[in-house]
């Protein structure tokens, strides 16, 4: 079973920048960070495969960036010209299981979740 901690959350500024880390006890397949605002179903953002291949939702082309250190059993987002809109409790996911029967955006390919932290951009 893979444990993840996210940190890095915070408020910010439009336009200004955050980096998430998340942290994990062992290396799964892929991985993926997910933002869930109030009132709205949970969404994926990006994720990169074991061997680095990365995928991005549209609305974060250009302007997040997905890492990850297994050396370091860390995953981190890179955060740039935030927005409004970008405001969310943000999720790091797990594939601790192979499961490629979905897309690496969809919730239901990972098994292991974060306990989230927020982000709060402001005008």
């Known amino acids: 079973q893979v444990q993840l901690v996210e940190s890095g959350g915070g408020s910010v500024q439009a336009g200004g920048s955050l980096r998430l880390s998340c942290k994990y006890t062992?290396?799964?397949?892929?991985m993926a960070w997910f933002r869930q605002a109030p009132g709205k179903e949970r969404e994926g953002v990006a994720a990169?495969?074991?061997?680095?291949?990365?995928t991005y939702a549209d609305f974060v082309k250009n302007r997040f960036t997905i890492s990850r250190d297994n050396a370091a059993n860390s995953l981190y987002l890179e955060m740039n010209s935030l927005k409004l809109e970008d405001t969310a409790m943000y999720y790091c996911?797990?594939?601790?299981?192979?499961?490629?029967?979905?897309?690496?955006?969809?919730?239901?390919?990972?098994?292991?979740w974060g306990q989230g932290t927020q982000v709060s951009v402001s005008s």
């Open positions: 990169i495969a074991s061997l680095g291949l990365k």
């Open positions: 996911a797990a594939e601790s299981v192979y499961n490629p029967g979905y897309s690496p955006l969809q919730t239901r390919r990972y098994y292991n």
């Open positions: 062992s290396s799964p397949y892929s």
